[in-house]
């Protein structure tokens, strides 16, 4: 399998969910459809690919469907709510791909992996939610649950208030080692939906969920890492990563080295709660020999790997 032409893909959470509209399964798989594109395109060019995906505002609505029916039916822990929700997207992007695949004639089999992947259960992110999940609300919806469910809101990128969980950080993805052996014959894997199911090992070696999600670029970096990608793009709502990012003086940024992203990400450039993941995700994915990392938005995701859009992170 050549590295150059391996990728994994990370569709963000606009892929599927879009803001400002209502969140129904047909608009779902109407924007699933729409975010194929440059996936195509890289299929076409015959790129090995894995596809990731976000899953904030579905893992979000699904805990909000556990909480209002507390005492009519069991509940769930968020782990559980994860690998629904990586199933059921995975389901709507594998047979959007199959269907889109099979209209433009080319043969490539298409598969979804539910993924856990493994952390420390003593991560200090365990105790410190920052992750976002489920929809946007006011300043005065933002009080109203956080009295009466105890959520813990923040604001996310002054686009209004979302509820906040723990994110470990991952270290390994359990079925890595499946996901490599498909890709390189050929199969399109989705895999990592949500970022993958936070697990840890216990006292007796044995796989044990935790309460959280992971966030899905620094999940998908493992992956890269891990079946020997050699890009790894995220596609995300911006066309660039910029420096003062919504100030006067915001400057794009189109090809940087791993140097200068890490020192624009030491000088506070890239907020926790936005683009923040992604670089870290870029930073760490290049440190373990990546050879490219991509950021830009859905409608680039073929054209930035060709040089032609977006910003390009590449080793020094």
Known sequence: MSPNKTAVVALGGNAITRAGEEDTIYRQFANTRRSLDGIVELVREGYN??????NGPQVGNALLRCELSRGKAPELPLGVLV??????????IEQSLQNRLRAENINRPVVTIITQMLCDEKDPATHNPTIFIGQFYSEEQAKQYAESLGWQMKT????????????????????????????????????????????YIDENGNYEGIDAVIDKDLGSAVI??????????????????????????????????????REYHHQGHFPAGSMGPKIEAAIKFLEDGGQLVTITSLDNAYRVVRGEAGTRIVPD
């Open 49 to 54: 690919l894995v596809v990731t995906h976000g």
């Open 83 to 92: 690998a629904d929700t990586e199933g059921g997207m995975g389901y709507m």
């Open 156 to 199: 996310d990128s002054k686009r209004g208030w979302r509820r906040v969980v723990p994110s470990p950080v991952p270290y390994k993805a359990v079925e890595s080692e499946t996901i490599k052996m498909l890709v390189e014959n050929g199969t399109i894997v989705i895999a990592g939906g949500g970022g993958g199911i936070p697990i």
């Open 224 to 261: 890269a890492r891990e079946i020997g990608a050699g890009i790894l793009s995220i596609l995300t709502d911006v066309e660039r990563v910029a420096l003062n990012y919504g100030k006067p003086d915001q400057e794009e940024l189109d090809k940087v080295t791993l140097s200068e992203i």
